[in-house]
């Protein structure tokens, strides 16, 4: 991808917040009170009452970027008051960093192993390090430490030697938790809608097409209840909510075509699906849109438009 920018970093940080659009967007504000970085998308969520806020920097600003923006979230969020769907244990939850441009994800590792060290020191806020930017084994798979939840691991941190944070005491902040920083490669969120409102055979389908369960490789995923949506005249949507780690081992069409067939042993057919945040546009090819029943979907919705837009906006602009 050729831009002005020498370098491009991007940043894909889910905050516990998808209800109030004021905080997610003052969040996103101070993202871009870092020169050179650039807002593509944000994505609320209230169900699962998170929010994706997808930005672009350079190797030198992306990490003040992504501290700002940490800052911020501290300052707005409470987890003692969060509830939601979605698994967690911070107000500023997770925090990737992905190469794109002149890039290496050694080097995003470092970026992330920066970030960790000023979030600690300006906000008193632990980090866990995961994904590339991991410094013990166990926690590379992000999920090792955010599947207790913040509840849970506000006590165990106190008591368990192996739940310590990288960064930080042995302590969570009293409002904001913990934040894991990472490094990866492009991950795709991907969810597919139900024509059920049935938790347990979302939950059931997620088993079997997630690789811990002997399914897909490089997917991750779990069933649960979209209580905002309706589906056949009933409250509650069930939803199959993935991340596929490694598209091009595992595509969003294989990955949906499994989902289908897995609900359909339950005699339960897809309503849609679903991608959060921007996907690459290598991710597309040879993937048929109409099959995934995709909704809200649009060249918008893919990274490199979404950038080389924004550039040419701030190019006419002077900025």
């Known amino acids: 991808m050729q831009t002005t920018m020498q370098t491009i970093v991007e940043c894909v ?15 996103a504000e101070a993202v871009e009170t870092v020169s050179d970085a650039l807002v593509l998308d944000i994505h609320m969520d209230p169900d699962h009452n998170r929010s994706v806020i ?27 008051r969060h509830r939601g769907e979605h698994p967690r244990i911070g107000a500023a939850d997770v925090v990737p960093f992905v190469p794109v441009q002149g890039v290496t994800l050694a080097e995003c590792a470092e970026i992330a192993h920066k970030t960790g060290e000023e979030i600690w020191r300006r906000f008193q806020i632990p980090v866990y390090f995961y994904g590339a930017a991991a410094l013990r084994p166990e926690r590379v798979r992000l999920e090792n430490v955010r599947l207790v939840g913040y509840e849970r691991l506000k006590e165990l941190v106190l008591e368990d030697p192996s739940r310590k944070p990288d960064i930080g005491e042995a302590r969570l902040h009293p409002t904001a938790g913990a934040t894991m920083v990472g490094a ?35 997917v991750k995923a779990m069933g649960v209840l979209l209580e905002s949506r309706s589906v056949g005249g009933r409250s509650g949507q069930a939803q199959v909510s993935m991340n596929l780690t490694d598209f091009e ?71």
């Open 13 to 27: 940080a889910n905050f516990s917040e998808g209800r109030n659009r004021e905080t997610v967007e003052q969040i």
């Open 54 to 80: 997808t930005f672009v920097g350079s190797r030198e600003t992306a990490g003040e970027a992504a501290v700002r923006a940490v800052g911020q979230a501290a300052e707005r969020i409470d987890m003692n």
């Open 249 to 319: 081992q595992t595509s969003l069409t294989q990955a949906y075509r499994a989902v289908k067939q897995e609900a359909s042993r339950l005699g339960i057919t897809t309503h849609s699906s679903e991608i959060v945040g921007l996907v690459p546009q290598k991710a597309l090819a040879r993937v048929r849109l109409e099959e995934l029943k995709l909704a809200r979907f649009g060249p918008q919705r893919i990274l490199e438009n979404r950038l080389a837009a924004i550039l040419a906006r701030r190019a006419e602009q002077g900025i």
């Open 184 to 218: 990866r490669q492009f991950l795709i969120a991907f969810n597919v809608n139900l024509e059920s409102g049935d938790r347990a055979a979302a939950e059931q389908i997620a088993r079997a097409v997630r690789a811990s369960g002997g399914g897909l490789p490089g």
